[in-house]
């Protein structure tokens, strides 16, 4: 059974970065797109990045373009979120989920059937 686990969260201060991983276990990643989101108190949650199970199409939601870069290491069961520039509105909970077969669109979450316990990352000065 595929789990995912979320680290390198944590409290930094504006215009530093962070470098976020999911990791899986159980099951290979290598079939699978991965998509980041990410949820602030008292919002919903909402799609920030995703990667295709071969990396070769990644996307990324407006307010982190340019910011933000998703790659994996299918070697390594391992996708990774590197955020630079990070800003106090990046302030949330980040999880990984694994895709599933759906019609549901990449930043859905309904399109997501396993997801991690997720990471708090705290942008603060």
């Known amino acids: 059974q595929l789990q995912l686990v979320e680290t390198g969260g944590g409290l930094v201060q504006p215009g530093t970065s962070l470098r976020l991983s999911c990791v899986a276990s159980g099951l290979t990643l290598e079939n699978l797109a991965i998509g980041w989101f990410r949820q602030a108190p008292g919002k919903e949650r909402e799609g920030v990045s995703y990667?295709?199970?071969?990396?070769?199409?990644?996307y990324y939601a407006d307010f982190v373009k340019g910011r933000f870069t998703i790659s994996r290491d299918n070697g390594e069961n391992t996708v990774t979120l590197l955020m630079n520039s990070l800003k106090p509105e990046d302030t949330a909970i980040y999880y990984c989920?694994?895709?599933?077969?759906?019609?549901?669109?990449?930043?859905?979450?309904?399109?997501?059937?396993?997801w991690g316990q997720g990471t708090q990352v705290t942008v603060s000065s």
């Open positions: 990667i295709s199970s071969s990396g070769r199409n990644v």
């Open positions: 989920a694994a895709r599933r077969p759906s019609g549901f669109a990449d930043f859905d979450p309904r399109g997501y059937g396993v």
